[in-house]
């Protein structure tokens, strides 16, 4: 019998990419996708559950569709798209109910997979040149982001002693780059000019969009437990990475940068949060190997996400949007699952 | 520069341990192509880009010869592959000696040295990337263990740290408190030897009148002097001038522990002893130097 896999967060970009890769695994049988809104790209057999994160829908969620595998990929890691009080209510209520339905009496979930952040190590300029697994970060967190993270972990850790029979893995990604993800970073680089820090050309770390889902699923497939970081080899300077944009820097104040990047945020020109103008300041690298020493094998590295980068947006720039948009249509979607009048091929 | 040994072979996947329990040896796929790095500068994982550092030693090689006249005694001592860990005496209200070290090594040996440095540099705009693109690493213990044990690199360390530079000009020569002997942790862990370089010279390049706490204290900086620069040449250009005291450096015998590397602690007392020994053998050296030294300027 094969997988059964819940995957949280289907209609953001994470969620849709895991499921849409996990559709195409002959051992995962079935595939739930948790969701706020509907999925915003392409889903052959994925079945979606329109729900909130809150106990009760998720523990019957649990029980009714037996899944064994989470994949909990709904943490928020950009805070520039909601409140902090949103925020918290997603990374921190929501994974703790998660784990609760996971946890509860005779649930058959036993491996559970998180997506966390290169952000739970902070960036501060006492930190050393690369963050291993388990170290801590030098100073508490600043942000709620990071706060939040550091509270899931928390969670995670207790859930992962209290479920022995659970394997539980954390994933820590860099910050990721790729031909379709949208982040700050991508918006500061596809500015007429990326902005940076007068005086700081910090060692940044990226992660390729494709080896994000593919570590997820190269975990849950491989049943690794415990505390991985996923990030691109090598690190380069914030400079290198504007120039292989073809951008030149525009230098932002060092003293009160966050009062002197505010009119960016207020012109809806880039919103460039505290988090990442430390990022912009200090750089951060997050040594990868624990997770290649079990055979996962990265098919980019930080300068090569940032050049398959630099490639899409260029040919986003002559051609437009190169993707077909997609809207969800319930009733079509339900037809092609669910009508005997589909011919449908053998479950694998 | 070597990259740090990326690829692992089967044997090793079974002996690594994770908080989360043992990992087993899994089939490895065929091995692919390793992924392209399309990089266009050479600045490496520590910041330290050698193009960078070429023209900084181009820029610096007229005063290290002509202004500092360095001459070095027992530089073969310094092994030409492998990590090893030097260690120097600080001084001058902003350090002359990393440079002369850094760079007379660089020229001589052709090797990089990675000179570890207070974090607070990373922190300064301007300084702090500069200092980074020609080799300076913040001093933490993770970043000398990587740089020595798995990249077998040259570091450089003052033990002194800023209790060495802020000392006053009555105070000269006399080695200050060796931290807590962090640094022979690292070279016990790193399993490389630690070689002390007594550097006479800097002293009196850049000596320190008198300081000011109370500036010092609100901008954050471990000391804020005045130097005899700045009294004599004026508060700017006295900032950034060297007297051009002659400098010599001498070479001490590397330093080995016949302790097994990689291990979680090392005996207190023993980090103590060396690091005491290693004091004590750096300002002896230093006093045999002064003894032979006629003049501060023509050494």
């Not at chain 2, 001058?92 to 974090?119: K, T």
Request: charged fraction near 25%; charge should be neutral; include cysteine.
């Amino acid at each position: 019998m094969g997988r059964r896999v819940l995957v949280t967060g289907l209609n953001t970009f994470w969620g849709g990419r895991v499921a849409q890769t996990l559709e195409a695994d002959p051992d995962v049988e079935m595939i739930v996708g948790l969701g706020v809104d509907e999925p915003t790209i392409e889903l052959e057999r994925t079945e979606y559950v329109r729900a909130d994160q809150s106990y009760s829908i998720l523990t019957r969620i649990v029980k009714a569709t037996q899944v064994d595998t989470i994949l909990h990929t709904f943490l928020v890691v950009d805070s520039t798209r909601m409140s902090g009080r949103q925020l918290h209510e997603i990374n921190v209520i929501g994974t703790m109910n998660l784990l609760a339905a996971a946890s509860a009496a005779d649930s058959p979930v036993r491996t559970l997979v998180v997506k966390s952040s290169g952000l739970v190590y902070g960036s501060t300029y006492q930190d050393p040149a690369w963050w291993r697994e388990e170290m801590t970060r030098t100073h508490p967190p600043k942000t709620r982001v990071e706060r939040s993270l550091v509270e899931v972990e928390g969670y995670l850790r207790d859930f992962a002693e209290d479920n022995p029979h659970v394997c539980v893995t954390l994933l820590r990604f860099a910050n990721v780059l790729g031909t379709d993800i949208e982040t700050p970073i991508t918006t500061a680089l596809q500015l007429p000019l990326a902005p940076s820090i007068l005086g700081f050309d910090p060692n940044l770390q990226f992660v390729h969009e494709t080896d994000v889902v593919r570590s997820i699923e190269w975990v849950m497939q491989n049943q690794v437990p415990g505390v991985f970081n996923v990030a691109g080899d090598g690190k380069l300077p914030w400079s290198e990475v504007a120039a292989m944009c073809d951008k030149r820097t525009f230098p932002i104040s060092p003293v009160l940068t966050g009062w002197a990047a505010a009119p960016l945020s207020a012109l809806r020109i880039v919103d460039l949060p505290p988090e990442l103008l430390d990022l912009l300041r200090y750089g951060r690298g997050i040594d990868n190997r624990r997770l290649k020493m079990t055979g996962f094998e990265y098919r980019y590295t930080s300068a090569g996400a940032v050049e398959s980068f630099a490639e899409a947006s260029r040919l986003r720039r002559t051609v437009g949007e190169t993707r077909p948009s997609y809207r969800y249509e319930r009733d079509v979607e339900n037809f092609f699952r669910h009508s005997p009048a589909v011919v449908r091929e053998p479950a694998p | 520069m070597p990259a740090p040994e990326n690829r692992v072979d089967e044997a090793t996947v079974a002996d690594v341990s994770t908080s989360g329990g043992a990992l087993v040896p899994l089939r490895r796929p065929t091995q692919a192509e390793p992924p392209a790095d399309p990089r266009r500068s050479d600045v490496d994982e520590w910041g330290r880009s050698e193009n960078m550092r070429a023209l900084a030693r181009a820029l610096y090689g007229p005063i290290y010869r002509n202004w500092f006249r360095a001459e070095w005694e027992g530089l073969e001592k310094i092994p030409r592959e492998g990590g090893a860990l030097l260690v120097a005496n600080h001084a001058a209200a902003i350090p002359s000696d990393a440079p002369v070290i850094m760079h007379g090594i660089e020229e001589e040996l052709g090797r990089p040295v990675y000179g570890l440095a207070e974090h607070l540099f990373k922190a300064l705009p301007v300084v702090g990337t500069m200092w980074s693109r020609v080799g300076g690493v913040a001093a933490h213990p993770e970043n000398a263990y990587r740089l020595l044990r798995e990249q077998r690199q040259l570091v450089l360390v003052f033990p002194e740290g800023t209790k060495g530079t802020g000392k006053t000009y009555n105070e000269r020569y006399h080695l200050r408190r060796f931290g807590r002997g962090g640094f022979i942790e690292i070279a016990m862990r790193a399993g490389v030897p630690i070689i002390p370089i007594a550097v006479v010279g800097a002293e009196e390049s850049m000596p320190i009148a008198f300081k000011i706490p109370a500036i010092g204290k609100a901008l954050g900086l471990p000391y804020f002097p005045v130097t005899y620069n700045q009294l004599l040449l004026g508060p700017l250009l006295g900032a950034v001038t060297y007297f051009p005291a002659k400098f010599r450096l001498r070479v001490l015998d590397p330093v080995s522990f016949d302790v097994p590397p990689d291990q979680e602690r090392y005996s207190k007392s023993r980090i103590m002893d060396e690091a005491e020994n290693i004091r004590v053998a750096l300002q002896e050296n230093l006093f045999d130097m002064l003894r032979r030294r006629q003049s501060v300027w023509f050494g």
